[in-house]
């Protein structure tokens, strides 16, 4: 789907217009229009390279899918690459911008919420807040402004449940926590793929000589470029979490692994010698003086309970019970 | 709650006015003023908004929680953001400051005892110490001080723990040892989350071109850098103790449960081969020689003996006992 | 074999020339011409030096393998030393070039298909895309533009494996999954190796002032220096994901071996004191009164089952089961 | 105690001078000299704030302790915080130097060493080797280096040890061997906080504008900085060599945990069955025709020995005794 | 030894100059000479300071042992410390250089091959090759180059070792193979000490404004930059490499000590059993029915037989022989 979206030089916007009605824009009855390319099909998609002039290498980004976020400098127009986060699995969304002195062309592979969003706040309000309402410089602003918005519920999902995580502790059982550790970890890994490059673009952005003049352009994305670095500091920060706990659930198991292996230790020692001495006595013999004893079977109890009795003290002062 | 206090030109300090009298202001009846929005009712907030004409972002940025450490400059004013550490939960508390050349805004969700205390040093003491007092710049130093002063009592605690857990070392259960070194892990890094933020934005007030001018404002602001900087290199250098500290517990445990091992295979090897011999003897052949023998009995109590004798002394000759 | 291209100035494509021919090229019979040196012999490999009068250095590093890529600034050429992917071994080959303003010098011990393929792109297509052939400077881009599109497949071969490794995860022997994870973080090692010397020559080539002036030129090389940049980034990211995997299998082996040591312990627990009754009643002492008694076999039997029940039921209240 | 030394224009050097006389140092009899705060006591220390009119802020960096090792520029003088190494705990000692153009104070809560051959070296040899005693700079610089001198011996100790423990390796118990170990690290850790410091802050002497000018100067502070280069990595080497002998210990541990495993395994192995039939052979039913064999009571034994070499044979063909 | 090689106007080459001849050098009799301190006593070291003039400094750098690798700048000339490393222990030797207009002077306690391959160079072949020989900073070139091009073997040696070990593979005791890993790392610490230090200061070299001017000096050190960036490149990985194995050798073992401990256990759990009835049987009990069946004592074999075959078939179901 292409949908159009003009702005009249009386600050009125229209919505709905059709390409060919767009092709009048050079006797410019619009001050600038947006041109979002909503799932294209193969056929709209052509229409990128047709209707704009735009450089075979851009073109060829827009379609292909993996690139990194980037931001290109052309002569009469800025070309980005931008992620968004589908925030049930974590991947990737691409979505292009072009960003011309007339013009904001934005093209995706699948319908965003995000987009929607941004559409709706330039068709709804076109009159308070004038400043929002400068050009295609300003709506770009919109779109990146809700992509990254919407990185932090993704963040916050992740934080929350790593709170929980600490909290329950040692009451579950070991494999359970790691495996959900192991998958919090996974999720971040996905998220810092988007966010970090995201991160560096904007950085390169600010720091370019193409936007430096415009103040009130770099007052907005450094807004942006911030939230960016809080979210990977959050990232990085909430990864070393999981580490810490990665490894207090290691020290946990080898901790439990200690306390099996006590008990076992202490049960055979204690019953091997009560076994052996059993043993003796149930040997054939004909010549064993102990049997014939009046008393030996009692004294042979006896003995076998201060045996271990004695071997059970002796673990006990050598703190394995504690 | 919010509470005025002015500069008047004959350097008296007046507390306690009313918004509507600052009003006044602009007839400049003060020097300059300190408005502290302190713990605001949601109507309070919204002054923020009326009376003084700051840029929407930063008031979105005021009323917002979770904002990054960042200093935004715009024309006629600095916005900062800042983190105060909460010494109980080690969590942080924003800290909002607009820094004029005639006023300062301070706007905080919590109060604060290091901004009562920055408050009370400037009304008790204004004539002494001029250059203290020389204006909203050295009041928004003199809070950004108190801030950071209060970090260093929370890395201090950590670091007496470590100390501490390092001195009392082998001779307490490592389970225990374990879960104080994790503790303190998560502690530290909540503090970093909060230091280096502030470090990263001191840095970028110390060198953008906006505070140069002003010498002597450089010497102070570099001071809490210096602080900063301090600040992070303990918590860094504690993580790296700390990490050090879990893997001598990791590898305190390994050996113990080598020990226990041991013990067990000792035991094991020593009384498997005596309880078979008591079972051989035990068997009921008719045709058993040794059965017959007088002394057989004592024979073969004798070799056991002999037998378990010889396996201590190997176990001993290849160290197990070491 | 050395093959030569030359583009006449109508622009039309002659190929096929020999070494004797393009001597006349000095007469200036091509607007320029790409010499291929492709699997020389050693005897064509001098022609390097005959021909060309290139640097000393230059030369010696097309002969030597095992170098870096880099670029270095001649007079009146850049050299260029190139890395392409086996993708069977991961094993890098070297490309060497010489762009010069009329001539394109390739060199590389071995054949490679992505040479091929931009030698029969130039030859094919010759009218249509002008910017194409502007020269030697844009054939060379071709080459390693192809050369790093090479990489691709050898990372994503790796990220498939990797998703498809995190999917079967413990239904599998953790031996087996571990060889895997092990040779993946090899071949990650080994791309990596080749990508990011080749990432971090593009971008001293961006950042040098010798490819400054041609814009055209700019744009097609950070198109490049993304993809690299891209890639470096995957490979450091699959590196982390493998770190986790395999530290998520080392916890998984740690779980079961704990699950082995609790079934061994809980039968040595249950089964020791049994064998240890069943024993003294095997003893062949005159007076043990229980032998006489009429039920005493079968309490001593109910004996053992109610102890074995009793220390089942202890063991699932200390959680051993779960 | 405060100690003065002075320069007199004829280049003699004059100690044992007291506050009051150098007081007159205004009408220049001293081309320049020393104070040296040595352990001063509080009233002492309060001279730092009388006579010498220094910034608040540097005269209370002087006071407290656990100040960063930093430099700041004022007008007139250079203050500098540095920090000495305590060779027996290798807990750090503040150093504070002030340097002007006619005078040098230090200032430092601990007698040093260090300052103490600084001083004799200034005394003892006035006219030989001129240009060290240009003026309060040298002076400053030969301070410093006699700190950084002192750290080598620590980190040289430390070297030795770490080489003797690679030789010894695996003759003695791990756990020893592992607390040394950790030992170590914590040494080397508590010297990176002292050294680093120091380097940085030499690093930003070297690069600020003040100390630019003077040639000589420079190639003195380079050589510190240099030494503190040299340590810094040092330190680093140190401390992976010290993981990696960690982590080999692990390592041996865990061979010798698989040891003894074996040990207990093959053990249990080879006796178990042999106990069993002994047990079976030991039964009392009334129709057990083996027993009644006259050969059979030796046709068991040879069964029991056929088997366990069976048994040792296995696990030999396994690989367990490697 | 002192050796000395002078250039004559007429670029013949002299060898075996005596430092008295030298001494007339100031009369220009050569272009220029290169005087080789080789193992110099501790006489001819004092020669340093009495023929040339440099500075102190300097010179007690010569002196000294355990400088870093680095570059200092002064008026008349450039003072260069190297490392060479010596094949077999990998231990770094010092190689001072002062190169001045019209001399080199190279100073090194102990003899070195790569010096007297340069000092042959250059007595050799004078004629060809005229840009070799254009002065001392050639000779320097030279030097250094060898002294770089040593590494490599070293560096080699361990990649082969490192290729035969990733083959062998499982095959071996993996004590043996950890061994071997653990001394492979402890080399690449080693050579990366002294390849490191010199990469940096090769660095500082070529960006300092002191060879800036001269061109071809440039491109050669440059190249001798990329052979230590590969060098340092090829350490880096090689110690992930030997990381790897590390890791992959410890998963190795606690993959074997699960298969130890399963064995264990499923021998202890099959065994245990059957001597418990076995015991039974062999009580003494006078009422036990079971003994005085018939086929009681087939019935309790066929029990155990079918036990032992029940029990293996639920290990097997549950995997433990996978």
């Known amino acids: 789907m292409i949908r159009i979206l003009g ?11 059709s390409l060919e009605q767009l092709n009048n824009m050079s006797t410019s009855q619009y001050l600038w229009s947006w041109i979002d390319f909503d799932e294209p099909t193969k056929e709209e998609a052509e229409e990128l390279g047709n209707y704009f002039h735009f450089h075979p290498l851009a073109i060829e980004d827009c379609l292909m899918v993996l690139q990194r976020p980037k931001v290109d400098y052309y002569e009469d127009y800025e070309f980005l690459v931008l992620h968004a986060i589908d925030p049930d699995t974590l991947s990737t969304v691409e979505v292009n911008l072009f960003i011309g002195s007339t013009y904001l062309v934005s093209f995706h592979h699948r319908s965003l919420t995000e987009l929607d969003e941004a559409w709706e706040a330039i068709v709804k309000r076109p009159h308070d807040k004038k400043s929002w309402l400068k050009g295609p410089f300003a709506a770009a602003y919109m779109v990146i402004d809700k992509l990254v918005d919407q990185y932090f519920p993704c963040v916050y999902a992740i934080e929350d449940e790593l709170d929980e995580l600490e909290k329950r502790g040692a009451r579950e059982s070991v494999e359970l926590l790691m495996n959900q550790v192991f998958d919090l970890r996974g999720r971040l890994l996905k998220l810092r793929r988007t966010i970090v490059p995201m991160r560096d673009m904007m950085y390169r952005i600010l720091n370019s000589q193409h936007i430096q003049g415009e103040k009130e352009h ?23 979490m999981t580490a810490d706990l990665r490894d207090s659930y290691i020290s946990l198991n080898s901790n439990r692994m200690n306390g099996i292996m006590k008990t076992l230790t202490v049960i055979t020692t204690v019953f091997m010698p009560l076994t052996l001495i059993a043993g003796i006595y149930g040997m ?39």
Do not use: A, Q
């Not at 770099?218 to 070393?240: C, G, N, Q, T, W």
């Open 284 to 322: 054939n013999f004909i010549n064993m003086p102990e049997l014939d004893w009046k008393y030996g079977y009692f004294i042979v109890l006896i003995v076998m309970l201060g045996l271990s009795i004695w071997m059970i003290l002796w673990f006990k002062k050598r703190g394995w019970f504690k």
């Open 7 to 17: 702005i009249t030089h009386d600050h009125k916007v229209e919505s709905n217009i």
């Open 218 to 240: 770099r007052v907005h994305f450094s807004d942006i470029y911030d939230h960016l670095l809080k979210l990977s500091e959050m990232i990085e920060s909430d990864r070393e």
